[in-house]
């Protein structure tokens, strides 16, 4: 792990227990409806914020339902 990768993974891990709710990629998919791989996509087009942990991609629960939201009015 690089270290932006793992400076990356200590703001999640602090993030976390300052306590935000972060999601599996899984979960984040099942939340928008649409494939794992769709997930990935967005976040490699900076479209919503990841957090790599274990090499396990996560996400704020927060940073989805504010996609959820640009995706509804149109601006996504």
Do not use: N, P
């Not at 993030?15 to 990935?40: C, K, N």
């Amino acid at each position: 792990m690089g270290e932006d990768e793992s400076l990356m993974a200590l703001k999640a891990v602090i993030e976390l227990m300052e306590g935000d709710e972060f999601l599996t990629l899984r979960e984040a998919a099942e939340l928008l409806r649409v494939q794992a791989d769709t997930v990935s996509g967005l976040t490699k087009r900076e479209r919503v914020k990841s957090y790599s942990l274990g090499g396990q991609l996560f996400f704020r629960r927060t940073d989805i339902e504010q996609l959820m939201e640009r995706r509804r009015a149109g601006k996504e």
